[in-house]
C-alpha cells in the first residue's frame, strides 16, 4: 500500500506557474505508475497527466499538452506537475495517483488517491 500527499496548490493569476508535488510513503514508489487527475466544481473528475514507473512513458491530457510537464524522482519518492501559462479553465482540485499497473489516463486504473490540492486560476 501507498499513502500520496500533495502539495503545491494555490492561487494564481492567469499566464502564472505552479508546481505540484505529490509525496508518496509506504511501499517501494518505483512499483507504481503515477497520474494527475483534477476535479473542477459540477464536473467529472478527469485526467490530466501519467508517467509509467521509471519515466519511460508519459501521456497528457489534449487540454494541457505544451502547457504542463508530468516528471518523477523516485529516489524522493515523489512526482511532480509543472502547470505553465495557467488559464482559468485550469481551476480545479488536483489529485495524485498510483497503480501497480501501467501508466493510464483512466481514473478506474488507479488504486490510490491522494487528498487533492486546490488550484485555483484567477483571470
Known amino acids: 500500500q501507498v499513502q500520496l500527499v500533495e502539495s503545491g496548490g494555490g492561487l494564481v493569476q492567469a499566464g502564472g506557474s505552479l508546481r505540484l508535488s505529490c509525496a508518496a510513503s509506504g511501499r517501494t514508489f518505483s512499483n507504481y505508475a503515477m497520474g494527475w487527475f483534477r476535479q473542477a466544481p459540477g464536473k467529472e473528475r478527469e485526467f490530466v497527466a501519467a508517467v509509467s514507473r521509471y519515466g519511460g512513458t508519459i501521456y497528457y491530457a489534449d487540454s494541457v499538452k505544451g502547457r504542463f510537464t508530468i516528471s518523477r524522482d523516485n529516489a524522493k519518492k515523489t512526482v511532480y506537475l509543472q502547470m505553465n501559462s495557467l488559464k482559468p479553465e485550469d481551476t480545479a482540485v488536483y489529485y495524485c495517483?498510483?497503480?501497480?499497473?501501467?501508466?493510464?489516463?483512466?481514473?478506474?486504473?488507479?488504486?490510490?488517491w491522494g487528498q487533492g490540492t486546490q488550484v485555483t486560476v484567477s483571470s
Open positions: 495517483a498510483a497503480t501497480t499497473g501501467v501508466a493510464a489516463t483512466s481514473a478506474p486504473r488507479y488504486d490510490y
